[in-house]
């Protein structure tokens, strides 16, 4: 499968997401159908077609026989987590860390740093494991001596995005971009004409044509049975870019700790 790699370069964003879970769940791509991959994938058959064509074979069922064949040859390409070789999980993590510093967008960066500065108040959306970013955004900023919160009960979401006006600043994390939850918040806060930022994985969502600013990093799917093993640290990166545009900016030598 690696020698698949070099022809990344020649897709599209959403070739490459294709290609990378050919890569990551081998296993996983031989029993599924095509109409299977593209939902999990969000995308259309089109796009698992033309993926199959650009890596050299004519349709699905051609590559998924090239995947049986490389796994057959190499057992140690198994599934569960526990069973890969630990490296190929490390040029995941290079490669999401990579192609998000690669189509890094720094005027939306900047953009968003304005945003915080304007805002008197900011409240940060996130449910499941996209709280966490939220978790450690909100309490940098608050440092930073910016008012805001990261709130972990739906009941308080839901009466925090009821409550804010045109003067505040939304930040509304989800990988998929299609939680129902956070597109339910997502619809009271356009309501309110509250400013929103987005910040999701790197497929076409929902939730980023609400946005005002959408920020979008890569992430490669990774699951172990139920378990969303998927790192959110891209997430975690681009909230940091964010914060770290809006001290610097707006902040003295002293207040944000700089020598």
Known sequence: ???????????????????????????????????????????STATISRTCQALGFRGFQELK???????????GGSEAPASFPLQQHVDRFRRDFEETIRRLDYEKIRQAA?????????????????????????????????WCNARTDWD???????????????????????????????????????????????HPNRLEKMADIAL???????CFGNLDLCSRFPMNLLLDLVIIEYIRRWKTPSQSGEP
């Open 1 to 43: 499968m690696k020698r698949w790699m070099p022809e990344r370069q020649n897709l599209s964003p959403l070739e490459q997401r294709v290609l990378d879970y050919l890569f990551d769940h081998p296993e996983r791509v031989i029993r599924c159908k095509a109409e299977d991959l593209a939902k999990t994938l969000f995308v």
């Open 65 to 75: 026989y090239a995947l049986q064949q490389e796994l057959q040859r190499d057992p």
């Open 114 to 146: 304005e945003l915080i500065h304007e805002s008197p108040r900011i409240e940060f959306f996130g449910v499941g494991n996209s709280l966490f970013p939220c978790l450690e955004a909100a309490k940098k900023l608050t440092f930073a001596g910016k």
């Open 156 to 202: 308080d979401l839901e009466v925090t995005a009821q409550s804010m006006s045109g003067t505040d600043l939304a930040f509304l994390v989800s990988y998929s971009g299609e939680t129902r939850s956070i597109l339910h918040f997502a619809r009271t806060l356009k309501a309110n004409r509250v400013k929103m930022i987005s910040l999701t994985g790197p």
């Open 216 to 222: 979008k990093g890569h992430m490669t799917d990774c």
